[in-house]
């Protein structure tokens, strides 16, 4: 009789070189761990070394290592006698996106520092639309209007704020809901300051903003979930590790008549998804 088992996962890194942050993600057998680096420059050589050296790896811990976002041209095909697999990002996006929500399929959004969605299948995922708005607009328009880059302060103030102090509503506007949207959706972004002034505090600013930069992912997502027919939205990447960010997502969600996933560290999602699909790419070729 054989016996056939799957072979014991050999230890190999992934590493995302993203726009904001670099994010790594090593499996050693059944185990995955992840870190977080904010990013410094192009890929190179001395930056892998780098990167997987602050989580305590180096490359002759691990068997091969994937990369994907940024120029990954730059980066030499082999480091220590170490494979550099290159994966698309797209992919990346869709695999670790199905992956952390256990799905077979799903619209996978990342909202990193810009923001696109991927559907993504079993078979590969493919780009469908995005949007220049995404977390790096949240930290520009941070520095603009708050003073501040650093996200987390921008999501606890947020958390603290009334985004109707700029916002203008539906029922301001049109006297009720329109369609499904009930009274309360928001009508125009920034449309009351738009107006005339206000008397905001930086929690309400904040409020606001990350109310619109929220909105119109999801929107998008939503939007680009309907176009290709899967019933499923996974949203992934940084920006959905702010609480504040998470809860406007749900807010158009129910607002839609639908559900987003926002799986936990979200953040890994590029990452993982490149492991996985070089993992896949050596053993099936495809
Ligand atoms: N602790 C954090 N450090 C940096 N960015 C963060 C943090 N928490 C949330 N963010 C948000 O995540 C965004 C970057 O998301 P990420 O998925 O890393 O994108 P990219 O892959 O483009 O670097 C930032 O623009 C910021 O708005
Ligand atoms: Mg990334």
């Known amino acids: 009789m054989t016996v056939v088992t799957a ?3 050999r230890p190999a890194a992934a590493i995302d070189f993203g726009a904001s942050n670099t994010d790594i993600v090593v499996r050693d057998g059944g185990s995955t761990r992840h870190w977080t680096l904010p990013t410094d420059g192009q890929p190179d050589e001395a930056r892998v070394r780098h990167v997987l050296h602050a989580g305590g ?6 068997e091969w290592i994937a990369v994907t976002g940024g120029n990954r041209a730059l980066l030499p095909s082999a480091i220590d006698g170490r494979v550099l697999h290159r994966v698309d990002e797209v992919r990346a996006i869709g695999r670790g ?3 952390l929500a256990q799905l077979e399929s799903a619209l996978v959004t990342s909202a990193g520092s810009g923001t696109a969605c991927v559907a993504a299948t079993g078979e590969g995922a493919h780009h469908v639309t995005g949007t220049g708005v995404g977390g790096g607009t949240l930290v520009g328009l941070g520095r603009l209007l708050l003073d501040t880059v650093d996200p987390r302060e921008i999501d606890a103030l947020a958390q603290c704020g009334t985004d109707t102090t700029h916002n203008l509503t539906i029922a301001e506007v049109l006297g009720g809901a329109i369609g499904s949207l009930p009274p309360e959706t928001t009508a125009v972004n920034f449309g009351r300051v738009a107006r005339h002034p206000v008397e905001a505090s930086r929690e309400d600013t904040a409020a606001a903003l990350v109310n619109m930069v929220g909105q119109v992912i999801a929107v998008i997502a939503i939007n680009a979930a309907r176009a290709q027919q899967m019933p499923h939205v996974v949203i992934v990447g940084h920006l959905s590790d702010l609480a504040s960010i998470r809860r406007t997502f749900g807010l158009v969600a ?3 008549g639908t559900t987003i996933l926002t799986p936990d560290a979200g953040g890994s999602a590029t990452a993982l998804g490149a492991l996985l699909s070089a993992e896949q790419l050596l053993r099936t070729g495809a």
């Open 7 to 9: 072979a014991p996962l």
């Open 57 to 62: 790896v180096s490359a002759r811990d691990v």
């Open 97 to 99: 996106g199905l992956a």
């Open 254 to 256: 129910k607002f839609y």
